[in-house]
């Protein structure tokens, strides 16, 4: 059974920042894009970032490009979301995902592509 577990999140003034993390277990890390999504209150889920098993191809939402970073360490099944810059509108419950297919190399940015999600973590942010 897969299971992704979040953590990081909380509250933060703007222009602060903050690491999210998403640890994995139940299927090879490695082999899985990742993801990151958010659903702020009362809106649907939406794409923020993604990344390829290997690491090597990422993509970003044009809402957080330039602010946030993902990353992947395989070796520790994890996650990561840096988002610095952070604004009001970035408050959401951020999720992680891992991707429904094999791949390597590619990335994806519809939610439709991924198939297990972690419970969510708030992050809200203060004016």
């Known amino acids: 059974q897969v299971q992704l577990v979040e953590s990081g999140g909380g509250l933060v003034q703007a222009g602060g920042s903050l690491r999210l993390s998403c640890t994995a277990s139940g299927r090879t890390f490695s082999k899985y894009a990742m993801g990151w999504f958010r659903q702020p209150p009362g809106k649907e889920r939406d794409f923020v970032a993604a990344i390829s098993g290997s690491g090597g191809t990422t993509y970003y939402s044009d809402s957080v490009k330039g602010r946030f970073s993902i990353a992947r360490d395989n070796a520790k099944n994890t996650l990561y979301l840096q988002m610095n810059s952070l604004k009001r509108e970035d408050t959401a419950v951020y999720y992680c995902?891992?991707?429904?297919?094999?791949?390597?190399?590619?990335?994806?940015?519809?939610?439709?592509?991924?198939?297990?999600w972690g419970q969510g973590t708030q992050v809200t942010v203060s004016s």
């Open positions: 995902a891992s991707g429904r297919f094999l791949s390597g190399y590619y990335a994806y940015t519809s939610i439709n592509d991924y198939d297990y």
